[in-house]
T-cell receptor, first 114, second 111 residues
């Protein structure tokens, strides 16, 4: 059973470009979470999704950021018009149905905005 | 202080010694989890302790939870150089599914 997969592992974008980060949850997991980690800091929750539904997006900036988890395919975190402050590691986690929901993390995507 | 705040921020010990890290939180929780992160890598789940549990063991790891003090501790016994990493506690509230992470403790185990 493969773990949570994220791609790309590293992404470099110039200011103003778009960044698309992908996350494939573990097999059988229907819940996906996105977290952002700034250098030397802990992870900060961004958004929680189930298939075709955004359950909690309270941690996601209102502008430029969006997330989806379609019926088929990976979850996508999209950042439009990136700025230098968006440089961070973005982690995706997935969990199976039921509680408590232990979250399994992917290796992360390191976004660098130049 | 923030929810899920670890103490100390950094800890340096010799191989074979025990390492203890503490975590404090503010709000009511459903469970508390500890994760390890090696430099530049993803998070590895170590252990989950439910709010109605007081202590849990997994190999060389021992986690305690005191809900009256809103604190938890992670003890790593007989540490190894390979234990060098950042350790984060994360809390899950009574409602919702998000995890709230602390800032982490950087553990260095010297050979």
């Amino acid at each position: 059973n493969a773990g949570v997969m994220q791609n790309p592992r590293h992404l470099v974008r110039r200011r103003g470009q778009e960044a698309r980060l992908r996350c494939s949850p573990m097999k059988g997991h229907s819940h996906v979470y996105w977290y952002r980690q700034l250098p030397e800091e802990g992870l900060k929750f961004m958004v929680y999704l189930q298939k075709e539904n955004i359950i909690d997006e309270s941690g996601m900036p209102k502008e430029r950021f969006s997330a989806e988890f379609p019926k088929e395919g990976p979850s996508i975190l999209r950042i439009q018009q990136v700025v230098r402050g968006d440089s961070a590691a973005y982690f995706c986690a997935s969990s199976p149905p039921g509680t408590p929901r232990e979250q399994y993390f992917g290796p992360g995507t390191r976004l660098t905005v130049t | 202080s923030q929810q899920g705040e670890e103490d100390p921020q950094a800890l340096s010990i010799q191989e074979g010694e025990n390492a203890t890290m503490n975590c404090s939180y503010k709000t009511s929780i459903n469970n508390l989890q500890w994760y390890r992160q090696n430099s530049g890598r993803g998070l590895v789940h170590l252990i989950l302790i439910r709010s109605n549990e007081r202590e849990k063991h997994s190999g060389r790891l021992r986690v305690t939870l005191d809900t009256s003090k809103k604190s938890s501790s992670l003890l790593i016994t007989a540490s190894r150089a390979a234990d060098t990493a950042s350790y984060f506690c994360a809390t899950k509230g009574d409602s919702g599914s998000r995890l709230t992470f602390g800032e982490g403790t950087q553990l260095t185990v010297n050979p």
